[in-house]
């Protein structure tokens, strides 16, 4: 029996976010604007506050002119486990997740070469790739007290009012963000250090945002897939950097760098679904391509080493544009839109220090990031039906703290490091169009109305780094 339903939901002009998959705002933040979170151990230890300090081919994300620090040449590896947790509720119902998973997340050289006869004591040039695995799986917890009044027509033409219970949702994102940075750096003097990158970036990624809903009438259940899903982005971005770091005074140093956009090509397949002409649900998967500029980043960088066994570091990171779609088309118009309105900029904070006792170095670090985006009002059905302000939509506020430890065979040396990476965010959803997707003949609800679920997120991040100096 074919069901063609229809919410008995009023359609307002609610802000145009309501009705698109918000997660296209997520990973715009997240994926395409957000700053690498990976690197060597050394790095993450110390949360990767090394903006001043330098000497770390990691460092070179953060300030290219850390790769003119370098008196020797240098190659490591970095191996990662990452476990991600996400604790999600909605009224009381409460639901957890968890992934695992391993992999190289970063691996990268210098190769230093000596000026003689020169104030140019060192030229260096660097190498550096990092991996972020961005997998996340977000469960939201049935609760049939939220329905959704429906009317449909039977098989003997009959209308029948009836009401769709909500039985949870799933948010299912799989891949990785990968940055690949050349550097050239220079030491002039032991007391001036330049450099400047060129920045080669990657998102890979797949994604399905997945409804369970039942009829009330004879507790008949079907999955709905969200309109334009299950889809899959495969984007590469350019940017280039410059910075310097300066010994101003005894111990104390002052470091600037600047990253411009990131110009990305996104490649995006999708499928979209419909009613054919025997009325039935079916589908077509397309292709589609866009541009974006996500933000331009100035980082400040204060480092106190008063010497050989003590260094102190402290960066702030602020975005100084906003994310734009340069594609002329109504999708591309309303997200620039809505970024022009309610991206306030990232702005990160990262403090971290090292102590060396003979080969044996002990680390520590914490950060804080804000949420880039400002208060929105969205409306759901288990909220506020009129509109609830929501300060932490989407990505939120994270907090990382981090600890390692390393040591120093002279030649060769090997690094350990754990970070954790907490947050909570409200997280939207079910607004828009959802289609069945069991047999594609119990029709496509619009939904004006969504759902929000409370979510905590915590990010779990064990690192092993081996190297050579030579």
């Not at 210098?110 to 550096?128: D, E, T």
């Not at 990624?205 to 897939?225: C, G, M």
């Not at 970070?419 to 609800?445: H, K, L």
Request: charged content about 15%.
């Amino acid at each position: 029996m074919t069901k063609r339903l229809t919410l008995l939901l009023s359609v307002s002009a609610v802000m145009f976010l309501q009705a698109q998959d918000v997660s296209v705002i997520t990973n715009t933040v997240d994926l395409y604007s957000n700053s690498q979170a990976v690197g060597s151990a050394r790095s993450m230890g110390m949360a990767g506050a090394m903006g001043a300090i330098g000497g770390d081919i990691t460092a070179s994300d953060v300030n290219p002119a850390g790769t003119g620090v370098f008196i020797t040449s240098d190659l490591h590896a970095t191996l990662g486990i990452v476990n991600d947790k996400q604790k999600t509720t909605l009224n009381g119902f409460g639901a957890d997740t968890s992934q695992k998973n391993t992999d190289l997340v970063q691996a990268g050289g210098v190769a230093s070469f000596r000026m003689l006869g020169s104030k140019w004591q060192f030229v260096n040039v660097g190498v550096n790739y990092t991996n972020r695995n961005v997998d996340r799986f977000v469960k939201t917890p049935a609760d049939r007290d939220i329905h959704l009044p429906i009317s449909y027509t039977d098989g003997g033409g009959n209308t029948v009012n009836d009401a769709l219970l909500f039985d949870g949702h799933v948010y299912d994102r799989v891949g990785n963000v990968t940055k690949l940075n050349l550097t050239v750096g220079g030491n002039y003097d032991n007391r001036i250090y330049v450099g400047a990158g060129l920045n080669m970036h990657t998102v890979d990624f797949d994604q399905a945002d997945v409804a369970r809903l039942s009829l009330a009438s004879d507790n008949s259940y079907s999955d709905y897939n969200k309109q334009f899903t299950p889809y899959s982005e495969l984007s590469n971005g350019v940017s280039l950097s410059a910075g310097v770091i300066g010994k101003v005074a005894n111990g104390i140093r002052l470091g600037l760098a600047i990253e411009s956009p990131t110009w990305w090509n996104i490649d995006r397949a999708y499928t979209e679904y419909f009613y054919n002409t025997a009325n039935n649900i079916d589908y077509e998967v397309y292709g589609e391509s866009r541009s974006l500029s996500s933000p331009a980043k100035l980082t400040l960088s204060g480092a106190f080493v008063p010497n050989k066994n003590l260094a102190l570091n402290i960066d702030y990171t602020a975005g100084i544009s906003k994310p734009k779609f340069t594609n002329n088309g109504a999708a591309e118009d309303q997200l620039n839109a809505f970024f022009r309105n309610n991206y306030s900029g990232t702005s990160d904070l990262k403090i971290g220090g090292e102590y060396r006792l003979d080969g044996l170095r002990v680390r520590a670090g914490y950060g804080f990031a804000s949420n880039p985006i400002k208060d929105v009002t969205l409306r759901s059905v288990n909220v506020n039906e009129s509109g609830s302000v929501f300060g932490d939509a989407y990505l939120g506020k994270r907090q990382t703290l981090s600890a390692g430890l390393g040591y120093d065979f002279k030649a060769f040396y090997i690094d350990a490091a754990f970070s954790n990476v907490s947050g909570e965010y409200s997280n939207p959803f079910f607004a828009g169009e959802y289609a069945s997707g069991r047999n594609f003949n119990d029709g496509i609800n619009n939904n004006d109305l969504g759902i929000v679920s409370a979510t905590k997120s915590n990010r779990n991040t064990f690192v092993l780094t081996a190297g050579w100096k030579f």
